[in-house]
């Protein structure tokens, strides 16, 4: 409990940063992060060597040298557990979601297959016991919106681990501390307040969209809702399939609304003049909509109204906080983006007949080249600009799958980290229910408008 008692004090110099750097410039806490302990000549930092340190004193070590190491290996195992908690409740709904409905119970089976009973080590408490005090408060108050909000509480299930957070808690001990103020770390929840408003708000929520398809003669706005977002694009995948991926994997509510293009006139082919008049519905009405560069796709939230299919991407995510939250990596995700549309560009013109070659030609010159680079580029890396997922992948995906549904599925056979990655991604719950569905509300079959030479799988 003594890191506990003093844990008030420590946190006003986490606070105030500057005495922190003027402690380390004078040599009072050593060349390390805080936390801190100084006992007479005894200075340390770091929170695996103060917890060790002030276990073996005051009687809170396990008895053998391999359970101390154990200890040491739970500690460990419980502050990256506390880490991502603060991490992941930041992130994306979809990502606090899937943390703390799947990822937190394998954490929590952990603890429990190795807790002896009452406590890790067996009759009295040892210091990663009191390290499972302080994540299960963490994640007990940071967390109680989201759980209030019907999202379970994954360690209820785990008896073991609650014995050991209430064994505590009924100490005299612990009971002293709550007195004094002490409890999780306030910057914690503070830091935490936003997401947890994000995930609250997605609770209740089925998310999803509602296809609006628009003909010839129908009014573009004839399904607008009062407060729901529009996105619009033909009735294809093309440019939108990559927002409506994201929109999915955040669980937006919107109109989905697709123009569908008239059938050419013998059934078979689109004549040169016939495409024009196709188009010319959309063409009559797109100056009515309030847009400032009308184009499809557009994005309509309230007063925002949005052309172009990356500025639509990136503000989907930066609206839901999806993505990395360093510049460097932002600005990758940025690099990204542009890399994947120089490679669309290649699909649409051959696709649309610009780049007339064997299908066996369009691979070898201008796709795998470019999918040898970024293959490179990715490496071992999880995402595109690193381990959190960004609006660039989502375009890339659909790139990866437009490439394999119309050309060769056998495509990303030289490229064993791009055949992961595409299957990574097809794997997010969010994303995986949303291919799971089938047409309207998914596009699979319909790639390319119906001028185009390879417009359906």
């Not at 995948?237 to 994201?246: E, M, W, Y």
């Not at 009308?294 to 995510?317: E, F, M």
Request: proline share 6%; aromatic share 12%; hydrophobic share 40%.
């Amino acid at each position: 409990y003594q890191r506990r008692v003093h844990g008030k004090q420590w946190y006003q110099r986490r606070v105030h940063g500057k005495q922190w750097y003027q402690r380390r410039v004078h040599g009072d806490a050593g060349n390390f992060a805080p936390p801190m302990v100084i006992d007479g000549e005894v200075k340390l930092t770091q929170v695996s060597a103060t917890m060790f340190y002030l276990a073996n004193k005051y009687g809170f070590a396990p008895d053998s040298a391999a359970d101390q190491g154990r200890a040491v290996q739970f500690q460990g195992d419980i502050d990256d557990f506390l880490s991502e908690q603060l991490q992941k409740i930041r992130a994306s709904p979809p990502e606090s979601l899937s943390f703390l409905t799947e990822r937190a119970a394998k954490f929590f089976a952990l603890y429990e297959a190795n807790i002896k009973g009452p406590y890790f080590f067996g009759d009295r408490p040892t210091f990663p016991d009191f390290s499972l005090l302080q994540c299960l408060e963490c994640w007990e108050h940071v967390l109680s919106p989201a759980v209030a909000a019907g999202v379970p509480d994954s360690s209820q299930a785990f008896p073991k681990v609650r014995k050991i957070v209430e064994s505590l808690r009924a100490t005299d001990a612990y009971k002293n501390v709550r007195e004094k103020g002490g409890t999780i770390l306030p910057a914690s929840r503070v830091m935490a307040a936003p997401r947890v408003a994000a995930l609250v708000a997605q609770m209740g929520k089925s998310g999803g969209a509602e296809v609006s398809v628009i003909k010839t003669g129908d009014e573009h706005t004839k399904n607008e809702k009062p407060g729901r977002p529009v996105f619009a694009y033909w009735n294809i995948r093309g440019l939108a399939q990559a927002p409506r991926l994201l929109l999915a994997y955040v669980g937006e509510e919107y109109e989905d609304r697709r123009y569908e293009m008239d059938d050419p006139a013998d059934g078979k082919a689109y004549a040169p003049g016939e495409v024009g008049k196709a188009k010319q519905f959309w063409v009559d009405g797109k100056f009515n909509l309030g847009l400032d560069f009308p184009n499809l796709p557009y994005y309509i939230d309230g007063d925002l109204k949005l052309t172009q299919s990356n500025a639509i991407l990136r503000h989907i995510a930066e609206k839901y906080g999806v993505g990395p939250k360093e510049l460097n990596e932002r600005s990758v995700a940025n690099m990204m983006g542009d890399n994947v549309m120089d490679l669309r560009n290649k699909v649409t013109g051959f696709s649309y007949g610009r780049n007339q070659m064997p299908v066996e030609d369009y691979l070898k010159n201008d796709i795998l080249p470019r999918l040898d680079g970024i293959s490179k580029f990715l490496g071992d890396k999880e995402w595109l600009s690193g381990k959190s997922i960004a609006w660039c992948d989502f375009h890339f995906y659909e790139m990866l799958s437009q490439n394999t549904d119309l050309f060769n599925p056998d495509l990303l056979a030289p490229f064993p980290n791009l055949k992961a990655y595409k299957a990574r991604f097809e794997a997010l719950p969010a994303i995986q229910t949303y291919l799971q569905q089938q047409a309207p509300a998914c596009l699979k079959w319909a790639v390319n408008n119906k001028m185009a030479i390879y417009a359906r799988i």
